[in-house]
């Protein structure tokens, strides 16, 4: 994600709607956020579909190793050959 320029990326709501289709092109294109206020506090941020993917399967990621290292500290954790076993029972449901 880009830096944040508070000359450009932070727009009022107003002019987000007189130029929705030209900020809508623009977040695809630079890949930048944009924060739109209303009143002058922030009230929403719009970034584009491919920066909202890559922020989610990032969260995803870290939400798994999160997970990993919860069940690490509570001792539920596989053998090398438990983990090799639950691997060849997921393959095989998969190929059925």
């Known amino acids: 994600m880009k830096n944040i320029l508070v000359s450009n ?3 009022p ?3 987000f709607k007189s130029g929705l289709a030209k900020y809508l092109k ?3 294109h630079k890949r930048n956020s944009l924060i739109i206020t209303q ?3 922030p009230a929403g941020v719009l970034i584009s579909p ?3 993917d890559e922020l989610r399967q990032t969260k995803l990621f870290i939400d798994s190793i999160s ?3 919860s069940n690490s500290e509570k001792g539920e954790v596989f053998t090398s050959s438990q983990l090799k076993s639950e691997l060849r029972k ?3 449901e998969k190929e059925r």
């Open 90 to 92: 997921t393959r095989t």
């Open 26 to 28: 623009e977040i695809q």
């Open 39 to 41: 009143n002058g506090k």
């Open 50 to 52: 491919s920066e909202f």
């Open 9 to 11: 990326d932070i727009i």
């Open 67 to 69: 997970h990993g290292l």
């Open 13 to 15: 709501v107003g002019q």
